[in-house]
């Protein structure tokens, strides 16, 4: 998956983890600083939520990225009205083996760790309509 300026979503996340240090970072934050930023360029068009969660998971699953054991509370846009109290934020840092994994695997971690649905990666081959078969 391709981030704005050309670099991957996995390589965008790395470099704001270790930006971040052990400070760490809110994957909601980063999800919305990615929004903005890559519409204002043009460059990237949108995401869900989930999905991003569900990738920032497999980077834990992988063990690159772990919490930092600080939370706080939700609230609307930087306001005092909690969301959810049973929700918190949770704050992640990048782990000492996700800054030495290669930047190679950051930028497809699914491939690194061989988890593809049905076990092969994406052809490449857009959806829909199958491709014409030649005529004999």
């Keep these: ?3 704005y300026y050309g670099r991957s979503q996995g390589l965008w996340i790395r470099e704001k983890l270790l930006e971040a ?14 929004l ?3 519409r204002a360029v043009g460059f990237y068009k949108g ?6 969660v569900k990738y920032f998971y497999w980077l834990q699953r992988l063990g690159w990225v772990e919490p930092t054991g600080e ?4 609230t609307i ?16 840092r990048i782990t000492r083996m996700g800054r030495d994994i290669d930047i190679i695997e950051w ?5 690194a760790a ?20 030649e005529k004999l």
């Design 21 to 34: 240090g052990d400070r760490g970072v809110v994957p909601a934050d980063l999800h919305h600083e990615r």
């Design 107 to 111: 930028s497809d971690p699914l491939r």
């Design 71 to 74: 939370e706080e509370p939700s």
């Design 47 to 52: 995401g869900t939520y989930h999905s991003f």
């Design 36 to 38: 903005v930023y890559g």
């Design 114 to 133: 061989g988890w593809y649905p049905r076990g092969r990666p994406p052809t490449g081959r857009p959806r829909g309509r199958p491709p014409a078969r």
């Design 1 to 3: 998956m391709v981030g």
């Design 77 to 92: 846009r930087g306001g005092d009205k909690p969301i959810n109290p049973e929700v918190p934020r949770k704050y992640f």
